[in-house]
């Protein structure tokens, strides 16, 4: 069922291609939002979203989110609302259908190459100048840890900081549940609830060490919120 729906994807996709690259971007998330309500339908998955907070989809956020599933790339295209470009791992081009898709629909980053890095920080700014908010997983790569979360990177708190876009901290509670990363063999119907915390403005954040204070605020407020709904 995931590959039937993902075709349909990758055929609409060549068809936006011409619009531009801005145009045809938003499209890609628009496309797969619709995707992703249908074959959680199929497969037994309730999307729910909870919002701690008053939320505007009018407003740009560097949206940050736990990482511990191959569900929660589904669960962003459900909870994104507003235009939206997703920090993701160039890793994952290599996919058949999926990876032509995700090349379109997101900015790319090989952390193992600091050229590729500063490309990235780059482009996550020019979409910031087009009015599109961005979705960075600050952990990395999975959280295999045994914590609830690990270490953040810097990259989503110096981007927030040096575009002073507030930062929104999203947490996927039940992905790891509905989707072990070890297995794809693991998935399981349910509910997949993903929860909107307060926004954490960066005004007044500039130097270096601020950008450490701000990971480490959001950082514990994420932390939290994991503990409060994981309990």
């Known amino acids: 069922m995931f590959i039937a729906l993902m075709l349909i994807v990758f055929i609409l996709v060549f068809i936006y291609l011409p619009l531009g690259k801005v145009k045809a971007g938003n499209l890609v998330y628009k496309t797969c939002h619709v995707w992703g309500v249908i074959w959680y339908f199929l497969i037994g998955i309730k999307h729910k ?11 740009q956020y560097i949206f940050v989110a736990n990482h511990s599933s191959y569900m ?8 994104m609302h507003q235009p939206v470009r997703v ?11 999926f990876g032509f898709i995700y090349r379109v629909a997101v900015i790319l980053v090989d952390r193992s190459d600091a050229a590729h890095r500063a490309k990235s920080l780059r482009a996550l700014k020019a979409a910031i100048g087009h009015g599109i908010s961005i979705f960075i997983f600050p952990e990395g790569t999975f959280n295999e840890t045994g914590n609830l979360l690990k270490e953040f990177y ?6 927030a900081v040096e575009t002073q876009t507030p930062i929104k901290p999203i947490l996927f509670i039940d992905n790891y549940k509905r989707l072990n990363q070890k297995s794809i063999f693991s998935l399981t119907p349910g509910i997949s609830r993903c929860v909107y915390l307060d ?8 130097a ?9 605020k959001v950082y514990d407020v994420m932390e939290e919120g994991l503990r409060r709904y994981r309990k």
């Open 87 to 97: 920090l993701g791992k160039y890793e994952m081009v290599h996919y058949p259908v």
């Open 72 to 79: 929660d790339i589904p669960s962003i295209v459900m909870s």
């Open 199 to 206: 926004e954490i403005s960066v005004e007044g954040y500039t």
């Open 154 to 159: 810097d990259g989503a708190f110096r981007t």
């Open 208 to 216: 270096k060490q601020d950008i450490k204070l701000l990971k480490q």
């Open 49 to 59: 979203e909870i919002y701690e907070a008053p939320h505007s989809r009018n407003n």
